[in-house]
């Protein structure tokens, strides 16, 4: 029988939960403050974790209007991590860490220690998804669950009732804490350091994403509204589940040439295309003519204002029934989501349509802002903007409850002034470039006696705060090809790093109903790059199990998938690591260090501001006298 050592320490576990002191309801620019006491003698920070109930609507908004807005979900990426904009982390007023960027430092965090099984995990904890489809989205119900489509409905397809269809809910979140002091390995005294940790929330452009198709698309393509047929089509459009919504079974694979229910693939069945269909009854959405188009606007009065260029055109829209056409219906729909208008889109000679081909439809405007609304008849009404809100945060803090003589051991050795603890934290240094500038010097202002790495994240400052994208957060090549490094007057790496993306003769084009590329087939980070990118991360302390984020924005200079350079997943960023290992650091203090970060002439339009995480090793002392932080 197993018998423990006569010297072991025993020690007991315990959790408990620490609401914020400062309310219970917050939204964005709110400072959520939560205290951590004295009596709560020993805890398990690295163990501990923040939990809040989120909902994904506008606090100031009649629930009428908020009924308009589109489905929206928290940045895929991070989840529930995107809503701290900064952390603040006091005992009795003297700072122990201060933590700007916090959601573009967890954006490199949780892609480099990404996998299938840790997605997983996420998404059923922290809100993470693996795409903005309905069907990864937990911050909303899903529509109709897949069923046969019926064959015995009437010829205009199958009409289903309001409340089957999406709603958004509020979900409890539970998100561990970044930074030193919440990931060290050590029990934490706060019976001799209480804690007063302060939580800023992000605007809400920077937490939220409208549904889409991928890489932050959001226009639906839909099929041509037919001439000469009068009635319902006035009114209607028809859209390819399966295409657009990534929809399984039934439809074409690919584009949006209709076809009937019957051409299935082997193995699939005749199912209902609405559940990943972000559409529903009452909201209002933005159809988009090419320009040239005939189409003319009937029961409002002008005309259709067509898209030409980056001019945003458009007519707004509100749905009265979303249906599926089935086996009755007409031939050239069956199988294909109907939406049909409050009022009609085109009208032509005898109350006919115009025709027009090429459409598409939004829940924003092309710039990811709401759409004007008709409510009650009232048009038109403007919508409050996009928001969220958060409910109940608390700290469920894992309590450590140690033995009496151990207790006596450390307040003695708090008395002598032997309470050291070192933990590994960061402080984020900003670098602006303007747009067209190609060889760049960033003065990085650092003086800390044990730097770790230096991780250079590079943002686009044109539309950071945008629903339709994560470029606020989301470090990106922006047509960049190489880099260095300088400390103290020598230059490491001792040779530049290149950062052209290396490409195969031919670039495949991937299927076109599949809506979310794990990579970019064809183009892969140089090898030098990708070397260095290891190194810092793993000096940063960050367990990173591939790198293979890195190629998620590659180069501006051709025809490599350029309209989803800034949009993709991922978190694009250039490095350096200092010291030989985890555990080694370099002394910075009263040392110049610059980053030379160049840019290729061609296509080089946007500015840059360029966060520099400095992830370095900090001492707390607790004595007597108080705390003390060393850098």
Request: include cysteine; glycine fraction near 8%; proline fraction near 6%.
């Amino acid at each position: 029988m197993f018998q423990p050592r006569s010297d072991a320490v025993q020690i007991g576990y315990d959790s408990f939960k620490v609401p914020a002191r400062n309310g219970n309801t917050f939204t964005e620019s709110n400072i959520v403050r939560f205290n951590l006491e004295r009596n709560m003698g020993m805890a398990d920070l690295a163990n501990s974790y923040l939990e809040l109930e989120v909902e994904l609507n506008h606090p100031n908004s009649s629930d009428l209007v908020n009924a308009t807005m589109p489905m929206m979900s928290l940045e895929r990426d991070i989840g529930g991590s995107c809503l701290i904009e900064e952390m603040h982390i006091r005992s009795e007023g003297r700072p122990i860490e201060s933590l700007r960027h916090y959601a573009e430092y967890a954006k490199i965090h949780y892609n480099a220690t990404k996998s299938e099984s840790i997605t997983n995990k996420r998404s059923r904890l922290e809100g993470v998804a693996k795409s903005y489809m309905p069907q990864d989205n937990s911050f909303c119900t899903n529509n109709q669950p897949i069923a046969a489509i019926q064959t015995n409905s009437a010829v205009n397809g199958i009409t289903l009732a309001t409340n089957n269809y999406w709603k958004p809910i509020r979900r409890k979140i539970c998100i561990p804490l970044l930074g030193g002091i919440f990931t060290s390995p050590r029990s934490f005294p706060l019976m001799g350091m209480p804690l007063e940790v302060e939580l800023i929330m992000a605007k809400h452009l920077r937490v939220l994403r409208v549904a889409n198709v991928g890489d932050g698309i959001n226009a639906v393509a839909v099929q041509n509204i037919g001439a000469g047929i009068a009635g319902v089509e006035m009114s209607t459009i028809y859209i390819n589940g399966r295409s657009q919504f990534n929809t399984p079974g039934g439809g074409a694979a690919a584009g949006i040439t209709p076809n009937t229910v019957t051409a299935l693939t082997e193995g699939e069945e005749q199912l209902n295309s609405l559940n990943n269909c972000w559409f529903r009854p009452g909201q209002v959405v933005r159809v988009y003519a090419p320009a040239g188009s005939d189409i003319a606007v009937d029961n409002v009065g002008g005309s259709f204002a067509t898209l030409a260029g980056d001019n945003e055109g458009g007519t707004n829209r509100t749905i009265q029934s979303v249906k599926v056409i089935d086996q009755t219906g007409p031939a050239a729909q069956r199988g294909h989501i109907a939406i049909t208008f409050t009022d009609a889109l085109s009208t032509g000679a005898a109350g006919q349509n115009t025709g027009s081909t090429g459409l598409s439809v939004s829940t924003t405007d092309q710039s990811g802002n709401p759409l004007v609304v008709t409510v009650n008849g009232t048009n038109p009404a403007t919508p409050g903007p996009f928001g969220y809100q958060i409910f109940n945060p608390r700290l469920v803090i894992q309590k450590v409850i140690p033995p009496p003589q151990v207790m006596s051991q450390m307040a003695s050795a708090i008395s002598r002034g032997g309470m050291n603890m070192d933990i590994v934290s960061w402080t984020a240094i900003d670098n602006a470039v303007p747009a067209g500038q190609t060889n760049t010097t960033n003065i990085l202002p650092i003086d800390l006696s044990r730097v770790k790495s230096i991780m250079s994240v590079p943002t686009n400052t044109f539309s950071q705060d945008n629903v339709l994208n994560s470029n606020a957060i989301q470090g990106a090549n922006l047509n960049s090809f190489q880099y260095q490094y300088q400390v103290d007057g020598k230059l490491i790496p001792d040779r530049v790093v290149d950062l052209r993306v290396e490409r195969f003769p031919v670039v495949l084009t991937p299927p076109a109903d599949q809506t979310l590329k794990p990579y970019r087939v064809g183009s892969f980070v140089s090898g030098f790059h990708r070397y260095e990118a290891e190194k810092t991360l793993r000096s940063a302390n960050i367990d990173y199990t591939n790198t293979n984020f890195l190629t998620n924005n590659p180069s501006t200079l051709d025809s490599i998938a350029n309209n989803y350079n800034q949009t993709e997943p991922g978190c694009w960023f250039v490095g350096r690591s200092f010291g030989a290992g985890v555990g080694s650091s370099k002394n910075l203090v009263g040392k110049s260090v610059l980053l030379y970060l160049n840019y290729n002439t061609a296509n080089n339009t946007v500015g840059k501001l360029i966060k520099n995480f400095v992830v370095h090793i900090r001492t707390i002392s607790l004595d007597m006298n108080g705390v003390s932080v060393f850098y």
